[in-house]
């Protein structure tokens, strides 16, 4: 029953309630364009691409990761088949080949070649991606570090000072040098303001999968770690006006969604993860994620909650910041 009320109201969103833009980019897939699908048309930029390997795929996730070099340089490539749209099934029904597998008693199987333009393949390039990028995307075993505050005093944040990944996309979408179009709200105030915008796994086709990112104006807050009960206008602005923009552009409401941060995040500049309730977002687990209304909660009740209490997190093996907990025998 859930499910299918579920359904209708995906339905309905579908139909109905997208924005112009996310309904201009449906019919641009549906013609075979992207909303950037004027540059993949004219130029198969991966058309060179040289494998070296396959750092991980998933036959559940429907996606393959794989490490090579693209004109030189090191690159990452991330190919993941989408979710099938149920607005696209009359056309898939009616307009696809299909081949005959198997027929036993009522049972057949087929393998069906749905028209090109449904049957893309969402791809990610990271490039030049450096060896940081190449171990983020590689499949490995997990972790969970315990990190007192002397801990992340004294291990974690010289670490992520020296060694954390380059934030240079985060301010190219702040100052509007990137990603413009796609900005779905922001609060311009310098203090408590944000842009919200599709995050770069959501190809915003289907709000099943919705994700969207809220990056703060300000630029002091490297993670969970920093905020005190001095951010909580700020966190709750972006909490509020988050799930307002979310309701209004998508109609979907905040009962609806999963707003959390994560610890350690990849991206040390504060930035909130909106996704749909039911979505199995990468790094929506608990040891991981903190639920935006327990952040805020936590603060109200101890102003220094974060810069206090022992924190937990996974680390993959091969983490730098995993060797310098061991080195220093927390591990
Ligand atoms: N709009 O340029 C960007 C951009 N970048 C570089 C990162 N993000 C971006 N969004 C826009 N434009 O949700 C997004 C990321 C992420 C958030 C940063 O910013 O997609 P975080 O700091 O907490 O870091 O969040 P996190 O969660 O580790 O990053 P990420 O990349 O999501 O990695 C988590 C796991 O997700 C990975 O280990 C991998 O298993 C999986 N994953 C990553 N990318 C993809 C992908 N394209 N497809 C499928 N799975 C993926």
């Not at 070296?52 to 996730?61: G, K, P």
């Amino acid at each position: 029953m859930a499910d299918t009320a579920a359904k209708r109201e995906i339905d309905h969103v579908e139909a109905d309630e997208l924005s112009p833009k996310v309904k201009r980019a449906k019919v641009d897939n549906e013609n075979g364009r992207g909303e950037a699908g004027k540059d993949s048309e004219s130029e198969n930029v991966l058309s060179g691409f040289e494998i070296s390997a396959v750092l991980s795929d998933s036959a559940r996730e429907k996606n393959i990761f794989i490490h090579g070099k693209l004109a030189d340089q090191e690159a990452v490539v991330i190919l993941e088949k989408t979710p099938i749209r149920q607005d696209t099934l009359t056309e898939i029904f009616s307009g696809s080949r299909l081949m005959l597998e198997m027929r036993n008693d009522i049972y057949s199987t087929y393998r069906l070649q749905a028209p090109p333009h449904l049957n893309e393949l969402k791809t990610t390039v990271v490039c030049p991606a450096t060896e940081k990028h190449v171990n983020k995307y590689q499949r490995q075993e997990s972790f969970l570090v315990e990190e007192t505050l002397e801990d992340y005093q004294s291990i974690t944040l010289p670490y992520i000072r020296e060694q954390s990944f380059s934030i240079q996309w985060v301010y190219n979408i702040l100052e509007k040098k990137a990603e413009a179009e796609r900005v779905v709200y922001e609060d311009p105030d310098t203090e408590v303001g944000f842009v919200l915008l599709p995050d770069f796994k959501w190809d915003q086709k289907q709000v099943d999968d919705l994700y969207l990112i809220a990056i703060a104006h300000k630029r002091d807050i490297g993670s969970l770690r920093d905020l005190t009960s001095e951010h909580l206008p700020l966190l709750h602005n972006i909490f509020q006006k988050g799930k307002e923009a979310i309701m209004q552009r998508y109609n979907l409401p905040a009962s609806k969604l999963r707003v959390y941060l994560h610890y350690q995040p990849s991206y040390y500049h504060l930035h909130v993860h909106f996704t749909k309730l039911g979505y199995e977002a990468p790094g929506c687990n608990v040891e991981r994620a903190h639920l935006l209304s327990d952040v805020i909660q936590n603060l109200q009740s101890d102003p220094q909650y974060y810069q206090t209490r022992t924190l937990y997190f996974p680390l993959r093996a091969d983490n730098g910041l995993l060797s310098k907990f061991k080195e220093a025998g927390r591990l």
